[in-house]
Nanobody, 116 residues
């Protein structure tokens, strides 16, 4: 079955960096666009970025542009999210997502906390 497993979250100081990973299984990874979402406490889940099968990027909110970069390694069935210049408002649970066969699949999420 489809599985998405995120990792790489943690506590980081403002201005710091983190790289999240999402390893996928159960489908032909290279054939599907992958997305990162995040959900902060009390807020709706929002798109961070979508990366197409060829590595094209569709960005989410302007607040993340220029600081967050999605990438993928099809040989490793893994999508990454490099996050730089982190701010306290980036604190959220970050989720990996794929849509296939008219269904949306989510990972369990990884917590990112930006605090001094």
């Amino acid at each position: 079955q489809v599985q998405l497993v995120e990792s790489g979250g943690g506590l980081v100081q403002p201005g710091g960096s983190l790289r999240l990973s999402c390893t996928a299984s159960g489908f032909i990874f290279s054939m599907y666009a992958m997305s990162w979402f995040r959900q902060a406490p009390g807020k709706e889940r929002e798109l961070v970025a979508t990366i197409t099968t060829f590595g094209g990027i569709v960005n989410g909110a302007d607040s993340m542009k220029g600081r967050f970069t999605a990438s993928r390694d099809n040989a490793k069935n893994t999508v990454y999210l490099q996050m730089n210049s982190l701010k306290p408002e980036d604190t959220a649970v970050y989720y990996c997502n794929v849509n296939l066969n008219f269904r949306s699949y989510w990972g369990q999420g990884t917590q990112v906390t930006v605090s001094s």
